[in-house]
């Protein structure tokens, strides 16, 4: 009678809900990208925790990029535009700009909301900014060509997406599709 029940029991596990397969890359159980203090393009401090309870799509970029970081939030947008509503209500969109020369607060409230009016430039000090990238492992470094007037910051192109409970669940590649993001971003909503 003991193994018949310890059986059925098995069984009724083994029928709860699957996990969700996701499009981008499942990170669950980082050990990294715990702690961020910043601020946001309105001056205001931001951490994880101030935006617990929402989704979460952190990408680390700058302004004057020509490529990644136009693109990147495009299609961030796109995925946005995608998802429901209600959805699309609950996921936080933070830009960390890792040029802090050139991207004053002014500056990110004229470029991030362009892309989409809910998404946050965040910025900080220079030390501010190499502790966030360092806890979230993302590389950056001025480039400066010989005789050039201007630079570019060379810098890590994914985005990581953390759950509204705060933790790191996936690193979605650059050039991520926008339906593959909203599918995730999705998937996380769901109970």
């Known amino acids: 009678m003991r193994r018949w029940f310890v059986a059925v029991l098995l069984l009724l596990a083994a029928c709860g809900k699957p996990a969700p397969t996701f499009k981008g890359t499942d990170i669950s159980g980082a050990d990294f990208g ?94 501010e900014i190499a502790a966030a990238a360092q806890e979230f492992k993302v590389m950056y470094r001025k480039h400066v060509e010989p005789g050039a007037t201007d630079y570019l910051v060379d810098h890590s192109a994914g985005s990581y997406v953390l759950d509204p409970q705060g933790r790191l669940r996936l690193y979605l590649p650059f050039a991520h599709p926008a339906a593959d993001i909203a599918h995730d971003l999705t998937a996380l909503l769901s109970p």
């Open 34 to 127: 715990r702690h961020l203090a910043l601020k946001d393009h309105n001056d205001r401090p931001a951490s994880l925790e101030t935006f617990r309870g929402k989704l979460v799509v952190l990408f680390f970029g700058y302004t004057h990029c020509p490529d990644v970081c136009p693109t990147t939030l495009s299609d961030m947008a796109q995925a946005m535009k995608q998802m429901k509503p209600a959805d699309a209500a609950r996921v936080q969109v933070l830009f960390v700009s890792v040029d802090p020369e050139r991207d004053t607060p002014t500056l990110l409230k004229e470029y991030v909301p362009y892309f989409h009016p809910s998404f946050l430039g965040l910025h900080g000090t220079p030390q």
